[in-house]
């Protein structure tokens, strides 16, 4: 029915375009000609900006009298071609979780890791923050956030590695900061891990798949981030061992590491430890080694004039 539409509708504009040439442009049967375009998708144009600019300068015409005919030819080929299904957006929302830090290329990350040691011995719990986003309408009230938990992937337990209160999208808003609180009991020398997902609701349904999942990684031991091999933390620091990553973070005195793509700060931070382990196998009978033998620090400089 709606390709016979299209071709209908198509012969049309052919039959009233010659009479249209031929005066000096009827403005009303150039609505109707742009109006089918724009019905049938091909077009996406101002029918008042057109009309106005073709009154302005009727020289013009006859550059119109063929783009309109070409837009007809292509209304003829999709009319024949099959329909597909093209995914968009429209009053529904759907849900995406977006975690802090980018991987390689400014590439989103999906997963958080957390080394309790890095906060000291008097840190029992601490809450780890991520933001649920909507891809959709804002609407004037507050809409429940629902996440369920991978179980065949989690090794967390509620309530005794973390909490997770209930989630609300805050009425007029179109991202959340979500708490996790994780414990450090009963994790010495071990992690867990946490996959959470979207359940999808009456106001929201799963986003991308990339970012539909947030992963997070915890324990009472150092932790390799789970970008480390992807992002600028191998070139500037080298392979990842716990002693190693433990004289990274007391040496810059930080619990975490910067923005991979804060090249200054990590050059900064490249240039400190290289000096710190100059002066700690100065200062000891032997030199630091870490679980893959002898610590060694290459020259990064990240940007100019640092390192």
């Given at each position: 029915m709606r390709k016979s539409f299209w071709l209908r509708d198509s012969f049309s504009i052919i039959v009233n375009v010659t009479s249209w040439q031929n005066s000096l442009m009827d403005t009303s049967l150039l609505r109707r000609i742009m109006f089918t375009c724009c019905r049938n998708r091909i077009m996406k144009l101002s029918l008042e900006t057109i009309t106005q600019q073709i009154i302005q300068n009727k020289k013009i015409m006859n550059c119109y009298f063929k783009y309109i005919m070409l837009v007809v030819a292509s209304v003829f080929a999709l009319s024949s071609c099959e329909e597909k299904e093209v995914e968009v957006y429209g009053n529904e929302a759907y849900l995406v979780f977006e975690m802090p830090g980018y991987g390689l290329n400014n590439t989103p990350r999906d997963s958080m890791v957390f080394s309790f040691p890095a906060k000291g011995d008097d840190c029992v719990e601490d809450t780890l923050w991520f933001k649920a986003r909507i891809i959709g309408k804002a609407f004037p009230y507050d809409r429940e956030i629902k996440l369920v938990v991978n179980e065949e992937?989690?090794?967390?337990?509620?309530?005794?590695?973390?909490?997770?209160?209930?989630?609300?999208?805050?009425?007029?808003?179109?991202?959340?900061?979500?708490?996790?609180?994780?414990?450090?009991?009963?994790?010495?020398?071990?992690?867990?891990?946490?996959?959470?997902?979207?359940?999808?609701?009456?106001?929201?349904?799963?986003?991308?798949?990339?970012?539909?999942?947030?992963?997070?990684?915890?324990?009472?031991?150092?932790?390799?981030?789970?970008?480390?091999?992807?992002?600028?933390?191998?070139?500037?620091?080298?392979?990842?061992?716990?002693?190693?990553?433990?004289?990274?973070?007391?040496?810059?005195?930080?619990?975490?590491?910067?923005?991979?793509?804060?090249?200054?700060?990590?050059?900064?931070?490249?240039?400190?430890?290289?000096?710190?382990?100059?002066?700690?196998?100065?200062?000891?009978?032997?030199?630091?080694?870490?679980?893959?033998?002898?610590?060694?620090?290459?020259?990064?400089?990240?940007?100019?004039?640092?390192?």
């Open positions: 992937t989690t090794t967390a337990k509620r309530d005794e590695n973390y909490k997770l209160e209930p989630i609300i999208m805050p009425a007029n808003s179109y991202t959340v900061d979500v708490p996790l609180v994780v414990y450090r009991a009963g994790l010495k020398d071990k992690s867990v891990r946490l996959e959470l997902t979207v359940e999808p609701n009456e106001y929201f349904g799963v986003g991308f798949d990339k970012t539909s999942k947030a992963i997070f990684w915890w324990g009472d031991m150092f932790i390799k981030p789970d970008n480390w091999d992807i992002s600028n933390y191998k070139p500037c620091f080298g392979e990842f061992t716990e002693t190693r990553y433990a004289f990274i973070l007391k040496t810059c005195g930080i619990v975490e590491l910067p923005d991979p793509q804060d090249l200054v700060t990590l050059g900064y931070y490249n240039a400190k430890v290289r000096e710190a382990l100059y002066e700690y196998n100065k200062t000891h009978d032997k030199p630091l080694e870490d679980e893959l033998g002898l610590v060694e620090f290459n020259v990064w400089a990240g940007v100019g004039g640092i390192g």
